[in-house]
């Protein structure tokens, strides 16, 4: 195996490359640009934000799936909630989870800006309480993107609740190149935790994709 020099590893992508991938996919809605400048100029650690590329993958991933019913794990300010809920098959309804109550009017006012407030519930708690509240027993899609030394935990709590065939996206789970690093801070052992047990996880099948700061797809078999 290349032994590859730490501190080269700690973006993902070189900028020039992300920004001729940005370039050669599907522009960015103008209701979202709205939304990336709001959370740049309001919000602490945009950095959290999806963004254009990431939010096209997102998009596209649930629009192959066509989900009657997707679960989002980390709100933030409602990038990735908006762009998943453009696969939602008719009728069909998102659940997405936040813990900060201060995100709620930017949260909802862009749900309406978009015109998915009616595709999308809301919940405020913590991860485990509200999933263990949802009435829906079966989900098509499921995104994780929170506090990420507990994404062992969430992908437990939320894989006997996806379909055969259906999909669990984990965000940050290259987490800066650090799960390749020396670093054993909580966050990074949770996430590499994950990796290696997905990796090794015969009932998925799983891909990490070199998206931002990693992107793992895996496939309930």
């Not at 990336?36 to 950095?47: A, D, G, M, Y």
């Not at 019913?69 to 762009?83: F, M, P, V």
């Not at 098959?89 to 900060?100: D, R, W, Y």
């Not at 015109?115 to 027993?137: M, P, R, S, T």
Request: proline fraction near 4%.
């Amino acid at each position: 195996m290349v032994q590859i020099p730490y501190l080269c590893r700690m973006e993902i992508l070189p900028v020039a490359l992300q920004a001729y991938l940005d370039d050669h996919c599907d522009p960015e809605p103008e209701a979202l640009q709205k939304l990336n400048r709001e959370t740049h100029i309001k919000v602490l650690r945009p950095h959290m934000l999806s963004g254009h590329y990431q939010g096209r993958l997102l998009s596209f991933l649930s629009k192959m799936v066509a989900p009657k019913r997707i679960l989002e794990i980390g709100t933030y300010t409602g990038y990735s909630a908006i762009c998943l809920a453009e696969g939602l098959a008719e009728g069909g309804i998102l659940h997405t989870i936040e813990v900060n109550h201060e995100m709620e009017e930017i949260i909802n006012s862009h749900f309406k800006l978009t015109n998915v407030e009616n595709k999308i519930k809301l919940h405020f708690g913590q991860a485990e309480a509200v999933i263990a509240d949802l009435q829906e027993d079966v989900f098509d899609l499921v995104f994780i993107d929170a506090d990420k030394k507990n994404n062992f935990v969430y992908f437990q709590l939320v894989f006997d609740k996806v379909r055969s065939g259906g999909l669990i996206i984990i965000d940050n789970v290259l987490w800066k190149g650090k799960v390749y690093g020396p670093e054993k801070d909580a966050d990074t052992e949770g996430i590499r935790k994950l990796n290696d047990h997905i990796a090794v996880d015969s009932r998925v099948e799983k891909i990490i994709l070199p998206v931002r700061d990693g992107l793992l797809v895996i496939r309930k078999k």
